[in-house]
């Protein structure tokens, strides 16, 4: 049988196999060795590449199966230059915030979505965002962004911080963290009015997933810092909030607060 599978990461091994980091829509995250995946003759040879929807089968059910087919899905999937940070980023996600054969059906097809957004030219920021959102949701640790720690309703005109567990707090404007609360009406709602609003809920996810990674650092984030730093002009201007991912799911409507810190000014994704 061949399952939905997305290649996460890959890296040589001995000769010609490779060793692939996988995520399927049955089975989560696999590992599979591919034998002679490298050789000239492999059947293999430009198929297993990241971003591209593939159908794939293995024989075992150890720490490192072998990889038996693999084949494209659908037509080839191309993600521009420019995002493939984007990609990497997402990819490095599901890496470290998932486990191997723990089954994410929703969070595969959100992953699904994102990159034939990101893939389509939808608004890079905006498609992120809203991965992280529903990735946070789907691994247990929705937001709550409604109201207070106190069960305040969150007012649109005052500002808001966020810590450990208790989610928005009230505070000033001049307030390390502070996001506005426009902004986190913004995000329960799944929209971004402008560059605040995506500015602000890079902000809130930020904190939630750093906390969720335990002190673990995202390397593609590191590089991406670490590029701006040599060459400004790598930075993206903001997208334009009216473009939204081109596939979009509901969100349950019942969501747990997400595990949150306060983090400074403004860092890449």
Not at 134 to 157: C, F, I, K, N, S
Request: proline share 7%; with cysteine; charged share 25%.
């Amino acid at each position: 049988m061949l399952a939905p599978a997305y290649v996460l990461h890959q890296y040589a091994y001995r000769d010609t196999g490779r060793i692939v980091e996988m995520f399927t829509s049955e089975y989560g995250r696999i590992t599979l060795f591919a034998r002679g995946a490298s050789g000239p003759k492999s059947s293999l040879r430009g198929v297993l590449r990241p971003f591209q929807r593939l159908l794939v089968s293995w024989s075992g059910r150890s720490e490192a199966c072998a990889l038996v087919a693999a084949e494209m899905d659908g037509a080839l999937t191309t993600l521009a230059k420019e995002r493939l940070m984007s990609g990497f980023y997402l990819n490095e996600l599901l890496l470290k915030l998932t486990h191997r054969w723990d089954p994410h059906p929703e969070i595969f097809y959100s992953y699904a979505s994102c990159v034939e957004a990101l893939c389509a030219g939808a608004g890079e920021e905006p498609t992120l965002r809203l991965f992280e959102k529903r990735l946070l949701h789907d691994l247990g640790y929705g937001l709550e962004l409604a109201h207070t720690d106190e069960g305040e309703p969150v007012d649109p005109q005052r500002y808001y911080r966020f810590a450990l567990e208790r989610g928005p707090q009230l505070c000033v404007a001049e307030a390390p963290g502070a996001v506005y609360g426009r902004s986190l009406g913004d995000l329960e709602a799944g929209t971004f009015q402008d560059a605040r609003s995506l500015r602000d809920a890079k902000r809130v996810l930020r904190v939630a997933i750093d906390a969720c990674l335990e002190g673990r650092s995202l390397n593609s984030r590191e590089v991406m810092q670490a590029l701006r730093r040599h060459n400004p002009a790598v930075a993206r201007a903001p997208q334009p909030p009216q473009q939204q991912p081109a596939v979009q799911r509901p969100e349950p409507a019942v969501q747990r607060p997400a595990v949150q810190r306060a983090v400074p000014e403004e860092e890449q994704s």
